[in-house]
């Protein structure tokens, strides 16, 4: 049974920083892996999707990559700033014959100026 | 972009009372819509899948008598939460796949939240 994990729960950084969050999956027979991100009252936005071949994907100063082998995934986020904090989500797409995401728990990022 | 527009955003009700939410795709037509609910703490679970003009897909341990879902059309699905108990109080929230975008696309409601008395 895949299970999606992410570390931290919760970060808080001063705005310009740098920082990573994790995302592990237990079966690395995925087809894809997006990041969301969820404001509170509002709907996931999608950020990043890659896709099971790919290694890396990069929209602004956001950059996802993927080690399927390892069954990991980080999101990179440069120079943060007040506007990025929000709840960010990973999901996993396992096969192209299914349309169900599986979830990790989301980190709560707060980045305070 | 494509919206995906969900109401009510919060509800609150008495046990034993149906509580429906509703699910509409603004700018496009889905013939496939999504239904999660998220417990507090706990990841997004599938529900289920609503196909237009056919029978919901359930996902294991979801009560498809207990959560009636209607698509009747390709831009409205509608989950309906019966006899609603405390321990159905949670985040519902439905996406929707927009097959004319470029590349997958999925676009998420605002979700409901359910508190039940």
């Known amino acids: 049974k895949q299970e999606v994990t992410q570390i931290p729960a919760a970060l808080s950084v001063p705005e310009g920083e740098n920082l990573v969050l994790n995302c592990s999956f237990t079966d690395s027979a995925i087809y894809n892996l997006q990041w969301f991100r969820q404001d509170p009252g509002k709907g996931l936005t999608s950020l990043l999707l890659i896709q099971s071949s790919q290694r890396e994907q990069t929209s602004g100063r956001l950059n996802a990559s993927l080690d399927k082998s390892s069954g990991r995934s980080t999101l990179y986020i440069a120079a943060s700033q007040p506007g990025d904090s929000a709840t960010y989500l990973c999901a996993v797409r396992e096969s192209y014959n299914t349309d169900k995401l599986i979830f990790g728990t989301g980190t709560r990022l707060q980045v305070f100026p | 972009g494509a919206v995906v527009s969900q109401h009510p955003s919060w509800v609150i009700c008495k046990s034993g009372t149906s509580v429906k939410i509703e699910c509409r795709s603004l700018d496009f037509q889905a013939t496939t819509m999504f239904w999660y609910r998220q417990f507090p703490k706990q990841s997004l679970m599938l529900m289920a899948t609503?196909?237009?003009?056919?029978?919901?897909?359930?996902e294991q341990g979801v009560e498809k008598d207990k959560f009636l879902i209607n698509h009747a059309s390709l831009t409205l699905s509608t989950l309906t939460v019966t006899s609603a108990h405390p321990e159905d109080s949670s985040f519902y929230i439905c996406?929707?796949?927009?097959?004319?975008?470029?590349?997958?696309?999925?676009?998420f409601g605002s979700g409901t939240q359910l508190s039940v008395l």
């Open positions: 609503s196909n237009e003009g056919s029978k919901a897909t359930y």
């Open positions: 996406s929707a796949r927009d097959l004319d975008a470029l590349g997958e696309k999925l676009f």
